[in-house]
């Protein structure tokens, strides 16, 4: 596996791939990698003749300067783990490399995607999203980029930047990636107490449950159903829970007949932050 920490080598590298005709499969990370991530990257070894794959904590979309601190940081870990994949290339940028010295988000419209969930919670979050996958498209020119569901509100959003910015590369959503429990994997998992992390399952057992009802009960009686749920539960604190239009991603007030629908959660275990979602069949 080939390691680039600057631009103008990375660059020189995959014109000389590109020139050979061959295709490039891009999985952008902030490390900490996990099997959901090693997931990503054998999707894009089975298309792509190239797999690059770029490790950076970026800055601009935490809104939490703590969260950004406490963000596990594994580089030796995750090289190891990528060359056991037999991985091609690893991006690992400085902060310096990528924003010299001007650590700022560029300002995009997302036609009213940012404004929904995560956008409600985070503030500015996904401008800082939008700057850096922008940027390390430019950077890598890949092919295909490949994006895990847990973040589907992001997924649309990086899909709506792409669109918006003309630019040439296709935008792959792969199914969410779960422990043998159903938590979803995230980097964050590490952070949880014992305690916590005993009862995260809780999450997906419930989002399972809303999609058995969503065919039987209305949306209104499915949130409430499962505020309670959370309240009796006690150890989990909910954040948000929604049911929305998995396009324009708004809140649903009630089921229409056309439309795609998924249910969304934030949950605070403890101090760590869990998301997940389940996509509804109406």
């Excluded at 948000?240 to 396009?247: C, G, L, Q």
Aim: glycine fraction near 4%; include cysteine.
């Amino acid at each position: 596996m080939e390691i680039f920490n600057n631009k103008k080598d990375l660059k020189s590298c995959l014109l000389e791939h590109k020139t050979n005709k061959k295709t490039i499969g891009f999985v952008p990370t902030m490390g900490a990698l996990h099997q959901g991530h090693l997931s990503l990257i054998e999707k894009a070894k089975k298309k792509n003749d190239i797999v690059v794959v770029s490790i950076f904590v970026n800055p601009t979309q935490f809104d939490n300067v703590e969260d950004l601190k406490k963000y596990p940081k594994t580089l030796e870990s995750d090289i190891k783990l990528l060359e056991s994949i037999s991985c091609d290339i690893l991006f690992s940028p400085s902060v310096e490399e990528i924003y010299s010295e001007n650590i700022a988000s560029e300002k995009f419209n997302f036609d009213g995607l940012e404004h929904q969930m995560e956008g409600k919670f985070r503030d500015g979050h996904f401008d800082g999203v939008g700057t850096i996958v922008k940027t390390l498209f430019e950077i890598v020119t890949p092919n295909t980029a490949y994006f895990g569901q847990k973040d589907f509100q992001q997924l649309q959003i990086i899909k709506k930047m792409v669109k918006k910015n003309h630019l040439d590369v296709k935008i792959k959503g792969c199914p969410i990636f779960r422990e043998e429990d159903g938590l979803a994997m995230s980097s964050r998992n590490t952070r949880l107490t014992k305690e916590h992390r005993e009862i995260a399952p809780f999450i997906y057992k419930t989002l399972k449950k809303v999609k058995k009802k969503f065919g039987t009960k209305s949306v209104v009686e499915i949130n409430k159903w499962l505020e309670k749920k959370f309240k009796k539960q006690g150890l989990l604190e909910l954040e948000y829970f929604t049911i929305a239009d998995e396009k324009t991603l708004e809140t649903a007030e009630k089921k229409e007949a056309n439309k795609q629908y998924r249910a969304f959660i934030a949950v605070f275990a403890g101090e760590v932050r869990l998301i997940d979602n389940i996509q509804l069949k109406n």
